[in-house]
């Protein structure tokens, strides 16, 4: 087995654990019945997810939580676009109609967009690894509140197998 020696600038721990939860809570979402079908892919419903919160989530429910929500609030992830063809990246704010936990998980999906699809790599916009450590951090703790919330989707996430 060849191991390549790839330049990780943030904390593999931190990095892994976000990875494998994001992982389960998707599996999890469909698992529990927040899921659609669209060509033939299942796909989990995260607009859904969120209704069903809406009315549950309280950003000030915890010191931690507090902190996390602030954080994305306050220095959102940014957003990988296009500009005449062009990669760019845009900075992100709430929609006039998103609730808390529609924006904060929003910043969620985009924090995982941007490593998943190689928004993190060879740029200068994501050099600072604390950053980019305390977004996978406060990401962890609003997935984590999520299950809370959601006794149905966090027994689908404490079952599954990685």
Not at 4 to 31: G, M, P, Q
Not at 113 to 125: D, E, S, V
Request: contains cysteine; aromatic residues 12%.
């Amino acid at each position: 087995m060849v191991i390549h020696d790839y330049r990780i600038n943030i904390d593999r721990k931190v990095l892994l654990e976000f990875f494998l939860t994001f992982s389960r809570f998707e599996y999890a979402l469909k698992a529990a019945g927040y899921a659609f079908e669209r060509s033939g892919t299942v796909n989990p419903d995260w607009r859904g997810f969120e209704l069903e919160l809406i009315s549950i989530f309280n950003m000030s429910n915890n010191d931690e939580l507090i902190t996390a929500s602030n954080y994305f609030f306050d220095n959102p992830p940014f957003k990988q676009v296009l500009h005449n063809g062009k990669l760019a990246w845009e900075s992100q704010c709430p929609n006039q109609n998103d609730s808390d936990i529609q924006f904060l998980l929003r910043m969620v999906k985009c924090v995982r967009n941007n490593l998943f699809h190689g928004g993190k790599h060879n740029n200068w916009l994501h050099e600072d690894k604390q950053r980019t450590e305390t977004l996978l951090c406060n990401s962890l703790i609003i997935l984590n509140e999520c299950l809370r919330l959601s006794p149905q989707v966090k027994n689908r996430f404490d079952g599954a197998i990685i």
